[in-house]
C-alpha cells in the first residue's frame, strides 16, 4: 500500500478513538472537538510518510500536540470562562454521583485535576486509552523505562491524593470528627465529602 | 478493594461506548475531510504555506467567540463604546538605545543580591485576548485576574471586566450568549478554591537558577526536549500567571531570556500600565512576540503577541495584538 492509502486505513480505522481523546480532554467542550480532530489528521497527512505500523498511539502523540496549542490558544478568556463553572460539563459535573449509580463519581476528577498535568496525562492514557507502556512512551515521545517511571509515580499520586480525599463524616450525635473511607471497590463516597 | 487506575477508568468521561463517539462509520464532515486530503487539498499545509502554530491557535479559538451582538456594539456611540478592533501594538520610543539582554540580566542579579522582593504564589495579571469568527469582526477582551494563596494552601481567584487604559469605560465581557458590555470593574467571577498540593511544576516553587529553572519550565510545558525561544516565552507566561517572582527568580528567568535565541532588542517602551519597559522582539512564522521587561530588575513585565500578516478571514491584519499580558507585582 502507498502511504496515502495506508492513511486513509489509519484515518478510518482510528477516527474515533482520536475523537474520544480529544473530547476527553477538552473537558465536554463537544462542539470543539471535531475541529481539533480535523487538525490532528491534517498534521497527521502531512507527516504520513512517518506513520508507524500501529499508528494509534502516534497519532493520540499528534493530537496531544495539537490539543496543547488549543489549549493555549483558547487565551486567558476560555480559561477564565472554564474557571467559571459557566459550562457543567467542563468540571464533568454531567456525571451522576450516587451510590446507585453505575457511572463515575465526580470525585475521582477532582482527585486526578489535583495532580501536574503531566501526571494527569499518563494516568488518562493509561486509563482511558487503555495503552502499554510502550504506547504511552510512543504516545509522549520519551523512552519506555521513562514512561514506566513516569506512569509508577503518577499513580502513586494519584493514590495519595485519593487517600487525602477520604471521606470525613461528623457524626449525627455531635462531638468529633470521625474518618472513614471512600468504598474504593465502587468508586462512591459512602458520605459526605470534603475536598 | 479497586487500585487508583480501574477508579479512573470508571470515571471515563468519554467511553468507548458514548453515542457522539462511539465506533462506527465515519460521519459526513469525516467522510468529507479524507477526501479533501486525499485529492491534496490539505487547507492548511497548502493553501496557507505560511501558517504557523500560533496562526491555528488563533483559528482554533476563532470557533468559540464572538455573537451578532458584536456587530451592534460595533456601531454604537463612539464616545461610550469600548474599544472593539484589536489595538495596535507597544511603539518603540525612536530615541531609545536598545539594552542587550545580558545587561539586563546583571541588574537582575545585583537586585537579587541585594535581597529585595520575594517569592510568592499567586499572580495578578492584566490582559487583553483577542476573540475572533469567521463572521464576524474580531474583538478585544480585557480582563483583570487577582490569584491569592492562603496558608492552608486554599486560594482565591478574584477576575474583573476593566481596561485599565479607560478607567470607568464600559467593557466588553464574554458571557454564554455571547459578548456584552458591562461596567468597569464588573466581577466576573470571585471564587475561593480548597486547599490543593502539587509537587510538579508549575504549582511547585520555581528554582532560582537558571538551570533548574529551564528544567522546571520544561516539565511545566512538558515538553520533550529543551524550551525553545517560542516554548520559552510559552513557559514565562504560564509561570507568571501561576507566581509573582522574587529577584533571584527574575534573575534566573532574565538568564534563560538572555541565553534563548532569537530575542531582539528593540528599545524603551512604555506598556499598557504606563510603565517604562525594554523591549524584546521574537519574529516567528506568521506573528511576533514583543517581550517587555522592567529595565531596572529584569523583571518580566509583559509579554505581546501580535499578527504578522493578514488573515482576511478572521478580520485579523498584520500589526494587530491577538493577546498582551502585564503582569503586577
Known sequence: MSNDEIFAAAYREHYWAVSRYVARRLDGRTSEVEEVVAEVFTVAWRRRSDLPASPLPWLYGVARNCLSNAVRGYGRRRRLMDRLGNDETAHGRQIVDSPDSERPAEWVHDALARLSPADQEVLRLAAWEELGVDEIAVTLGCGSRAAAMRLHRARRRLRAEIDRMRIVVTPHTGATETETETDLDTGTPKEQFHG | ?329
Not at chain 2, 541585594?114 to 469582526?137: F, I, N, Y
Not at chain 2, 528599545?267 to 517581550?291: H, I, K, S
Open chain 2, 1 to 329: 478493594m479497586a487500585d487508583e487506575l480501574e477508579l479512573l477508568r470508571r470515571a471515563d468521561p468519554v467511553p468507548g461506548n458514548d453515542p457522539r463517539f462511539g465506533e462506527g462509520p465515519l460521519g459526513h464532515e469525516a467522510e468529507k475531510r479524507l477526501n479533501h486530503l486525499m485529492a491534496g487539498m490539505d487547507e492548511v499545509g497548502e493553501r496557507r504555506p505560511g501558517r504557523t502554530r500560533t496562526r491555528l491557535v488563533w483559528a482554533l479559538a476563532a470557533g468559540v467567540a464572538v455573537a451578532l451582538t458584536v456587530a451592534a456594539l460595533l456601531v454604537a456611540d463612539p464616545g461610550t463604546a469600548p474599544a472593539v478592533a484589536a489595538p495596535r501594538p507597544l511603539v518603540v520610543r525612536a530615541d531609545s538605545t536598545p539594552v542587550p539582554l545580558d545587561a539586563l540580566v546583571e541588574r537582575a542579579e545585583r537586585d537579587a543580591a541585594g535581597g529585595s522582593a520575594g517569592l510568592r504564589k499567586g499572580t495578578h495579571v492584566q490582559s487583553w485576548s483577542v476573540g475572533m469568527s469567521e463572521d464576524e469582526p474580531p474583538i478585544t477582551l480585557p480582563v483583570e485576574r487577582v490569584v491569592r494563596w492562603n496558608a492552608d494552601d486554599s486560594h482565591m481567584e478574584l477576575v474583573v471586566a476593566t481596561d485599565p487604559r479607560h478607567p470607568g469605560r464600559r467593557v466588553l465581557s464574554d458571557a454564554d450568549d455571547g459578548p456584552r458590555l458591562v461596567d468597569d470593574g464588573h466581577v466576573i467571577s470571585e471564587r475561593t478554591f480548597p486547599p490543593s498540593w502539587s509537587d510538579a511544576p508549575p504549582q511547585s516553587p520555581p528554582p532560582h537558577d537558571a538551570t533548574r529553572l529551564r528544567a522546571y519550565l520544561r516539565e511545566a510545558q512538558h515538553l520533550d526536549g529543551p524550551p525553545g525561544t517560542r516554548e520559552l516565552l510559552d513557559a514565562t507566561a504560564v509561570l507568571l500567571d501561576t507566581w509573582t517572582l522574587g529577584a533571584r527568580e527574575n534573575a534566573a528567568l532574565a538568564r534563560l531570556l538572555a541565553d534563548a535565541k532569537g530575542l531582539r532588542p528593540v528599545g524603551q517602551v512604555t506598556d499598557r500600565l504606563g510603565r517604562l519597559g525594554q523591549a524584546y522582539v521574537y519574529a516567528g512564522a506568521g506573528y511576533r512576540r514583543m517581550l517587555i521587561m522592567d529595565p531596572a530588575t529584569g523583571a518580566v513585565l509583559g509579554l505581546e503577541d501580535t499578527a504578522a500578516v493578514d488573515e482576511p478571514e478572521y478580520g485579523v491584519e498584520a500589526g494587530d495584538v491577538m493577546d498582551y499580558s502585564a503582569w503586577i507585582r
